[in-house]
Structure formats: structure tokens, C-alpha cells
């Protein structure tokens, strides 16, 4: 009886499947890591701000406070900016490689569907 061979089969199939488990881990990994780091930042800053308003005791505490929203703002408009650009890019990697890989495992089984129909 034949054995079976499932040479092809990693190299056609679970080789490439893999790789793209791989691939997508990867980028599932850094994006919630991504998140996760956003999401402290956001926190943090809030507490802070409720923090602040709850040690205004007078007028002119009010109005540093208010003053104070406005560089806070600022900040956290540049934060969101900043992390929206890193989802992007991570995107743009993610997609990157991910043709490269397609490329790649198109090209060996086009290779390999070359060397199996020469040995038939």
C-alpha cells in the first residue's frame, strides 16, 4: 500500500495558512497593544481632569481650570491623532506583508503544480 504524502499538502496548504495565522496574530497583537496603550492615556488624562475640577474651590480656581481644558484639548487631539496614525501604519504593514506573502506562496505553488504535472 501507498503511503500518503503530505509533503504537498504543507507546502500547498498548511505552510501558507500558517504563515498567515502568523501574520495575523502578529498584527492582532500589536494593534491591542496599540489600543490598550491608548486607552491608559485616554484614562489617565480623564482622572486627571475630574481630579483637577474636584480641587476648584473658588473663581479664579474655576478659571485656571477652564483654561487649562484648552491645552488639554490640544493635547489630547495630537494624542488621537498620533494613535490614529500608528493603526494606519500597522495597517499598511499588515497589508504589506500580506501580498508579499501571497505572492510568495502563489509563485511556490505555481512552482509546484509545474513540477507535479513534468512528473505525471
Same mark, same amino acid.
Given at each position: 500500500?501507498?503511503?500518503?504524502?503530505?509533503?504537498?499538502?504543507?507546502?500547498?496548504?498548511?505552510?501558507?495558512?500558517?504563515?498567515?495565522?502568523?501574520?495575523?496574530? %502578529?498584527?492582532?497583537?500589536?494593534?491591542?497593544?496599540? !489600543?490598550?496603550? =491608548? #486607552? *491608559? &492615556?485616554?484614562?489617565? /488624562?480623564?482622572?486627571?481632569?475630574?481630579?483637577?475640577?474636584?480641587?476648584?474651590?473658588?473663581?479664579?480656581?474655576?478659571?485656571?481650570?477652564?483654561?487649562?481644558?484648552?491645552?488639554?484639548?490640544?493635547?489630547?487631539?495630537?494624542?488621537?491623532?498620533? %494613535?490614529?496614525?500608528?493603526?494606519?501604519?500597522?495597517? !499598511?504593514?499588515? =497589508? #504589506? *506583508? &500580506?501580498?508579499?506573502? /501571497?505572492?510568495?506562496?502563489?509563485?511556490?505553488?505555481?512552482?509546484?503544480?509545474?513540477?507535479?504535472?513534468?512528473?505525471?
Amino acid at each position: 500500500m501507498k503511503s500518503f504524502d503530505t509533503t504537498q499538502f504543507e507546502n500547498l496548504f498548511f505552510g501558507p495558512a500558517r504563515a498567515y495565522a502568523n501574520l495575523s496574530l %502578529d498584527f492582532t497583537e500589536k494593534l491591542v497593544s496599540a !489600543q490598550l496603550e =491608548a #486607552s *491608559k &492615556s485616554y484614562a489617565e /488624562t480623564n482622572l486627571t481632569q475630574v481630579r483637577a475640577l474636584l480641587d476648584v474651590r473658588d473663581a479664579e480656581g474655576l478659571r485656571a481650570y477652564m483654561e487649562n481644558q484648552q491645552k488639554v484639548a490640544k493635547d489630547l487631539t495630537e494624542r488621537m491623532k498620533g %494613535d490614529a496614525e500608528k493603526v494606519v501604519a500597522l495597517q !499598511q504593514d499588515f =497589508a #504589506s *506583508k &500580506s501580498q508579499k506573502l /501571497t505572492e510568495e506562496n502563489t509563485k511556490q505553488a505555481s512552482t509546484a503544480a509545474a513540477k507535479a504535472t513534468r512528473q505525471a
